[in-house]
């Protein structure tokens, strides 16, 4: 029964909340006006997401059920499933992002005023991972490029339209006017979170994208140590980290420069916190609050990209299997939303247009029989990393030893791997997605959780070899990374009898009626695994430390081959309004330079839809024809083609804009130059290597 003093406290709860909330936006819009982009988008980010995420928590209660270090991880992972009914919402109804955006701020303060703030207890624990991620958004502000490149240039368009456009609908958000939508980013849940980050700052969409790599580098320690804290005690979630943090430095990792992209939130954030979450639920034994956590982990990561979500599935079959019965709703769930999602993609982006191009792609990197993919090759799913191979051998390992204690732990590494290297999962996935993506999906082998578990039972079982081990790990890692790593053969055989061992031992346990289940971590002291583990990253460190002392000395490299000049990038984004304007422009823009092309870097900086993208770009979306596109782009350029035929192009795609560069395509150029019903209405300066020039369409 309310007393009479509680609707006067609820008020100024509620009063609290919207001054904090304006308050919180007056900051970040300040930041973005005042501080380094880098700054302001991370402090747009806290609020975009952690806000959300934040009230998700405690209105789930799982504040309160999670261990800690799992519920803090969780936060980002939930804010990014809190935009999921505001966004399909306004794709349909065409609102504009900030409707969602103040929508769902408003809702998460609300309900952090009723039920007040998160009940996480904050220890040394969550200061050591604040200062685990403050110092990997460092390291990320040094990995980053300079200039969008490459996919980037891709995700930053998609985040521009969703900044700019007054009304959002799935076609609009295509890199076409009016196009079907792109079967890997069909529905742009992290680009929007993300959009509405930028937004808050005020900042360009573009710079924010490239801005956004430190923030997102900061979610990164916290996943990794709560999915190696609950597996393996707090010894385990340091050794995670480190794990993780020098494969997202080195080479055979270096996701770190790309930490705001799709594949490394999702890897490197969503999969972690799955894997926690996976674990909390056995703990709980499939408590509802904590198995719809997961399900929603399931859902961030199949939105996020679609192909991702293989890798999480056979996570979650494994450990249901070797549960014998626990789970299954966790499981039916997490299947029913992956497999929604992936008909919904389906019907929208595939079907009618006889498959997405990725299909015929050469698979390059498998094991290859009559010509179809058996199982990825050993070196490329090792890359030459001890760490890894340890990592993978200990999912088999964890199934048998320490009499299957652990088991759980071998569960989730066995389903993976099932994945990523059992024999035949590759020919099956490989129509599907593609062998690029089935390539990809060894990004969520949990190696770095796995192994980080065995090196605290070591510590725990033979704690009087505990030195020995270290010095002939650190041994064994040194000596492999001196040696040639190029049998392939006998790696790709190596990683296919760790799958299959794992496979079969988790149908063993089954058949012997011995089930899984959550283990609490013995005691151990960090000192002892975190030698272990520096052991085992000394080859490693050895191979590739002089690279990643490189770049953290100067930074980033930037690979641009052909950036556009600062006059075209101002003189596109202050284009005479919406829609925004379709761009022709030549496909290729110099030698090396046919996996980007000019309309592709326009449609990175700037708020325009292009005729034609290259055809490594285009893969994933057949209903926009992107061949016949291609074709007629060469036509229009094509000096032996009638001026009729240009002119029926230009009406055919509702071009407003003819972009080419004078020195590197002189054809290009001339053609343009003459071709009736264009007027010049933009160059750079002369003398420029590249130098730029627009032409308008006559309507």
């Keep these: 029964m309310l007393t009479p003093g509680r609707p006067q406290t609820l008020a100024l709860r509620l009063l609290g909340a919207a001054v904090l909330l304006v308050g919180a936006a007056v900051i970040v819009r300040l930041a973005g006006e005042w501080l380094p982009a880098q700054i302001a988008v991370s402090l747009g980010l806290l609020v975009s997401v952690g806000l959300p995420g934040a009230a998700l928590l405690r209105l789930a209660g799982l504040d309160e059920r999670l261990m800690p270090a799992s519920a803090i991880a969780a936060v980002p992972v939930l804010g990014f499933a809190a935009w999921v009914p505001g966004l399909l919402l306004a794709l349909v109804a065409g609102l504009p992002l900030d409707a969602v955006l103040w929508a769902l701020l408003v809702l998460a303060a609300v309900a952090l005023a009723v039920a007040g703030p998160p009940r996480v207890v904050l220890g040394a624990e969550a200061l050591g991972v604040g200062l685990a991620g403050l110092g990997t958004a460092l390291l990320a502000a040094r990995w980053a490029t300079p200039v969008l490149t490459s ?205 997405a191009a990725a299909t015929r792609l050469p698979p390059i990197g498998f094991m290859v029989a009559d010509g179809h993919p058996v199982a990825l090759h050993g070196d490329v799913v090792l890359d030459g990393r001890l760490p890894a191979l340890l990592g993978l051998l200990a999912a088999p390992i964890l199934l048998v030893a320490w009499r299957g204690t652990y088991g759980l732990a071998g569960a989730i590494g066995a389903g993976v791997l099932a994945v990523v290297a059992f024999p035949g999962v590759a020919t099956a996935l490989a129509p599907l997605i593609g062998p690029h993506q089935v390539g990809r999906l060894r990004g969520a082998l949990p190696w770095p959780e796995l192994l980080a578990l065995a090196l605290v039972l070591v510590v725990a079982t033979w704690p009087r070899w505990v030195w020995p081990l270290v010095g002939g790990l ?83 490299r930037a690979t641009a081959a052909h950036p556009l000049s600062p006059g075209l990038v101002a003189f596109m984004r202050t284009h005479d309004g919406a829609p925004p304007p379709v761009v022709l422009a030549p496909l290729n823009n110099g030698k090396a330079d046919d996996f980007t092309g000019l309309a592709f870097n326009l449609v990175g900086m700037a708020t325009v839809d292009a005729v034609s993208l290259p055809e490594a770009r285009t893969r994933s979306e057949p209903g926009n024809d992107p061949r016949q596109r291609r074709t007629d782009t060469a036509a229009f350029f094509d000096p032996a083609t009638s001026d009729a035929e240009r002119a029926a192009i230009l009406q055919r795609y509702d071009v407003r804009y003819v972009v080419v560069d004078a020195p590197r395509t002189p054809q290009a150029a001339a053609v343009a130059a003459a071709a009736p019903g264009l007027h010049q209405v933009y160059a750079d300066p002369p003398g420029r290597h590249d130098r730029y020039i627009v032409y308008g369409v006559e309507r």
């Design 474 to 556: 650190a041994v064994a890692s040194l000596t492999l990374s001196w040696l040639d790593t190029s049998a392939v053969a006998a790696q790709t055989l190596l990683v296919i009898a760790i799958a299959v061992a794992g496979v079969v031992l988790v149908l063993a346990r089954v058949i012997a009626g011995r089930t899984v289940a959550f283990a609490v971590p013995p005691v151990v002291a960090m000192l002892p695994v975190l030698a272990l583990t520096a052991a085992a990253l000394a080859g490693p460190v050895v191979a590739d430390g002089h690279a990643t002392l490189w770049t953290l000395r100067h930074g980033g």
């Design 151 to 355: 996919d980037a240039l891709f995700h930053a368009g998609r985040v521009r339209k969703l900044v700019e456009l007054p009304h959002l609908s799935f076609d609009d958000l295509s890199a076409y006017q009016h196009g079907h939508v792109h079967a890997g980013y069909a529905f742009p849940l992290i680009h929007a979170a993300q959009a509405g980050a930028i937004s808050l700052t005020g900042v360009d969409p573009s710079t924010g994208y490239l801005a956004l790599v430190p923030a997102c580098a900061f979610l990164v320690p916290a996943a990794a140590y709560a999915a190696g804290r609950v597996l393996g005690g707090p010894a385990a979630g340091v050794a995670c980290v480190a794990f993780v943090l020098w494969d997202a430095l080195s080479r055979a990792g270096g996701v770190l420069d790309s930490s705001q992209q799709s594949a490394g939130i999702v890897f490197r954030v969503v999969v972690p916190v799955c894997i926690a979450l996976l674990v909390e639920n056995a703990r709980l034994r499939d408590e509802r609050r904590a198995a719809s956590a997961l399900v929603a982990g399931v859902l961030v990561a199949v939105l996020a990209h679609p192909t991702y979500v293989f890798a999480l599935l056979g996570m979650l079959t494994a450990v249901t299997i070797a549960r014998r019965g626990g789970g299954w709703r966790t499981l039916l769930g997490a299947y029913g939303v992956a497999a929604v999602t992936l008909g919904l993609i389906w019907l929208a982006a595939i079907h009618g247009t006889g498959g």
